[in-house]
């Protein structure tokens, strides 16, 4: 059983940082790749970004330069810095492990994060 716990979210106003984690219960986590995804209301659930198991990120063209992904595997642990945040970032954000071994997709419970003009 694997299980994503986010944490981290919040209101700030523009221009500011959050700092989201997500750990993951379970066995393996150096096997995952790790992704945090958004869905504002209305709107489609995105990809914002993503680690692999041997470190490579890569980030949706809205957020590059302002956050950045990072994985901690002593603590089990993915987490998304979020610079210069933007009224537009405003979302619910979902973590998600990607099995590499299995491909099996398994996904957090979601943080609101709200950015205020």
Do not use: H
């Amino acid at each position: 059983q694997v299980q994503l716990v986010e944490s981290g979210g919040g209101l700030v106003q523009r221009g500011g940082s959050l700092r989201l984690s997500c750990e993951v219960f379970g066995s393996r986590f150096t096997s995952y790749v790790l992704a945090w995804y958004r869905q504002a209301p209305g709107n489609p659930r995105e990809s914002v970004a993503r680690i692999t198991t041997s470190g490579v990120t890569s980030y949706a063209d809205s957020v590059k330069g302002r956050f950045t992904i990072d994985r901690d595997n002593a603590k089990n642990t993915v987490y998304l810095q979020m610079n210069n945040l933007k009224p537009e970032d405003t979302a619910v954000y979902y973590c998600l492990a990607l099995s590499s071994i299995t491909w099996r997709e398994f996904w957090g419970q979601g943080t609101q994060v709200s950015v205020s003009s």
